[in-house]
């Protein structure tokens, strides 16, 4: 068993920290209590929280909230994300339930994506409800009726960072907002200037003052790593400039990390960015390393 650690939580980095820090861990299909614990062990000391993605990009793995139990018996917060995709509503209220029960107390709540065309035979997608109304629903299960006690879900969505045009509003962030929405999380956005002409818009338009917003981030470990993501995940944006100094570098596993730490640093002083979350493309250890190096050490 692993050794009793203090539990802190996403939910009050975000509101009581200038800059809270969150990581995802890899979830696979062979993964064991044990390889959950040695991922938490590796980044406790570096993050408020481990995101645990809901079978992200069609991959399928163990389940969220089994794994969030697993993280919180060692001492570290879990932010849950379910997806909607593969649920009907009533599968995603017990699932809700659940959460609370196991004492989780932040979710990032999602569509889902696409299983991948080699997944045999092809699941049947459900979507009964889509990322809006799914937060509205655990914003009602917030409320505790016929629960012994009200979770008080820290609820976040997702959104993508963009050069909005003159004539956009934001519908859709007000709308997971309105529904409940306390934080949104950013896909991986790697071009700072594009961050932060969104983030312009964002405080212009008075959203930032509704909700918090987190940025991410990933490190990748070649520049066949940023290629490859930025083809097949539609809403990630790497620029070319981030690509070219893989491509050239001595060390790309270095140079992962000196783009990471760099974007974390612009991250922190960008007016809005109440965060960010990391992803590893292949090494975890890489994730501390460009948390110290960016001066976020928790």
């Known amino acids: 068993m692993p050794a009793a650690h203090t539990l802190r939580s996403f939910k009050d980095a975000v509101r009581n920290r200038d800059f809270a820090v969150s990581a995802e861990i890899f979830l696979r299909p062979e993964s064991s209590v044990d390889s959950i614990n040695e991922q938490a062990d590796l980044l406790r000391d570096h993050v408020d929280a481990i995101l645990l993605t809901d079978n992200q990009f ?79 629903i655990a914003s009602t299960v917030n409320q505790g009726p016929g629960i012994s006690h009200s979770p008080d879900f820290y609820i976040g969505g997702l959104v993508t960072a963009h050069r909005p045009k003159k004539s956009w509003n934001g519908k859709i962030l007000v709308d997971k907002i309105d529904a409940g929405a306390r934080f949104l999380q950013a896909h991986i956005c790697m071009d700072i200037e594009v961050l932060k002409t969104f983030m312009k818009r964002l405080v212009d338009n008075g959203i930032v003052s509704r909700t918090s917003i987190i940025g991410a981030t990933a490190i990748l470990g070649s520049a066949e790593d940023a290629r490859w993501l930025r083809e097949n995940r ?10 070219d100094r893989l491509e050239q570098a001595s060390d790309p596993r270095q140079e992962g ?42």
């Open 58 to 136: 069609g991959q399928l793995h163990m389940s969220t909230l089994v794994a969030a139990s697993i993280l919180i018996n060692a001492g570290v917060d879990p932010i849950v994300q379910i997806a909607s995709r593969n649920r009907n509503r009533f599968a995603l209220i017990s699932d809700l339930i659940g959460a609370a029960a196991l004492g989780v107390t932040s979710l990032l709540l999602v569509r889902g994506q696409h299983a991948p065309k080699e997944f045999k035979p092809r699941p049947k997608p459900v979507l009964d409800v889509n990322a809006t109304e799914l937060i509205r």
């Open 234 to 243: 539609r809403h990630v944006l790497i620029p070319d400039s981030v690509v």
């Open 257 to 298: 990390i000196n783009i990471c730490t760099e974007i974390l640093q612009a991250m922190r002083d960008i007016p809005g960015i109440s965060g960010a979350n990391i992803m590893a493309a292949r090494d975890l250890a890489t994730i501390p390393e460009a948390i110290d190096a960016a001066g976020l050490q928790q």
